[in-house]
């Protein structure tokens, strides 16, 4: 089983994440941001990676600090469970619709970290949370996990159909490329014979 925990503490947030590559979804989130809940249980019902994490942060100041430390600490706990990336796909990418919204991710798990963010959403505020976040949770989340990822919404006019749009089709890209190839003979799948894992 491909799992992690972590443990990530600052000045600004304090945060336990357990993760579970081969799981079948199952979550735990507690971030005190309802819709950063929400989104990050998505991830884990359609990643199918099994997720449990709990967050306390600054939120008297505002949801920054917390939304941008729970990416790092989820990629950086998957990056850690992906160990040296032996067998992996390692490449996928999604086009997922929800209602009126089209998204697309694609990700290279490639041990460089980067992120293309091509997201307008029309809405500032989502419940208690401020939508410029978002790109912060995913340029955090990228990092952490050491991935090259690019997030793309080819059109929408919901701001939440927009965002979770981009989480489910995260989710699917991370289940796809994080699978084992069977074809792969459990080797790296890199002429370099490394992808950067930490």
């Not at 357990?18 to 507690?30: H, L």
């Not at 199918?48 to 967050?55: E, R, S």
């Not at 998204?103 to 290279?108: G, H, Q």
């Not at 089709?169 to 459990?186: F, H, K, M, N, V």
């Amino acid at each position: 089983m491909r799992t992690a925990d972590l443990h990530r503490k600052t000045n600004e947030t304090d945060i336990k994440v357990s993760i579970n590559i081969d799981g079948t979804g199952q979550y735990d989130i507690d971030t005190g941001i309802g819709f950063l809940d929400h989104m990050l249980e998505q991830l884990a019902r359609h990643s199918l990676m099994d997720i449990t994490l709990k967050a306390a942060g600054d939120l008297h100041i505002d949801a920054h600090h917390t939304t941008e430390d729970t990416g790092w600490a989820i990629g950086e706990a998957l990056n850690k469970a992906l160990g040296d990336r032996a067998g992996i796909t390692r490449y996928a990418h999604t086009l997922l619709p929800m209602d009126e919204t089209l998204s697309t991710v694609a990700l290279d798990i490639s041990g460089r970290p980067f992120l293309v963010w091509q997201v307008e959403l029309p809405s500032e505020v989502l419940g208690s949370m401020e939508t410029e976040l978002f790109r912060e949770w995913f340029q955090a989340f990228a990092m952490g996990a050491r991935i090259t990822l690019h997030v793309r919404n080819d059109y929408g006019v919901n701001t939440h159909h927009i965002v979770e749009s981009c989480y489910k089709a995260l989710a699917r890209s991370l289940r796809e490329a994080t699978q084992i190839d069977p074809r792969s003979d459990g080797r790296i799948p890199s002429t370099k014979g490394s992808l950067g894992a930490a």
